[in-house]
């Protein structure tokens, strides 16, 4: 289903990952910005989000171009269970309409997936088309109400091709994190 037309990775981020996990949010433009979190969200908070996210349980998948994110999807439990969890997207504006979302989509329903969740809710504002289209092209059912859209995925049931999908996902993604550290350490150097 993945149809991108840029070049980039999709891999799973660590603690490490927190300070370019903060500077995407940070480049995110008001407009996207106020379509990620539902209301104008200022850079402090955006900085404390990003810190809470990792605190919290929180998989967070970004996609990476020229060893930056440009685009996350998060997935969070809702409830005690760990049956229900929110997925949640951000891709600068730059990168948007180019199959970006859709990567970070496919990734986060294959965690909640192996992660034996029934139901995934995206909310979002009514003008947020980006992710409407989104939750669509994924089968997501949306009800709209007083402003807002929830749309609601039912992932299948873990199985031994989704638990090795995402084995091999992040084996490479892992290889990508520490050739890139690599490659950062010997550009400090120089």
């Known amino acids: 289903m993945t149809t ?16 370019a996990f903060r500077q995407h949010l940070t480049r995110l433009d008001p ?10 969200a200022s850079d402090e908070f955006v900085s404390r989000y990003a ?4 605190k919290l349980d929180t998989l967070i998948h970004g996609w990476f ?14 409830d005690g269970g760990r049956r229900e969890a929110e997925a949640a997207f951000s891709v600068e504006a730059g990168w948007q309409n180019q199959g970006v979302g859709s990567e970070l989509m496919e990734r986060t329903l294959l965690a909640a997936r192996n992660r034996g969740i029934s139901r995934v809710y995206m909310s979002c504002l009514a003008s947020n088309g980006h992710m409407q289209r989104l939750a669509r092209r994924f089968g997501a059912e ?3 109400e ?45």
């Open 146 to 190: 007083a402003g807002d859209v929830v749309g609601l995925l039912l992932p299948p049931s873990p199985s031994p091709v989704s638990y090795m999908k995402e084995a091999v996902n992040d084996a490479s993604g892992w290889a990508t994190a520490v050739l890139d550290l690599q490659r950062g350490m010997l550009h400090a150097a120089e």
């Open 4 to 19: 991108t037309t840029v070049t980039g990775s999709v891999r799973k981020l660590w603690i490490a990952d927190l300070d």
């Open 31 to 40: 407009a996207t910005r106020r379509q990620r979190f539902g209301m104008g």
């Open 51 to 54: 810190e809470t996210s990792f």
């Open 142 to 144: 949306l009800e709209y």
């Open 65 to 78: 171009s020229a060893g930056m994110i440009r685009g996350v999807g998060e997935l969070r439990a809702i």
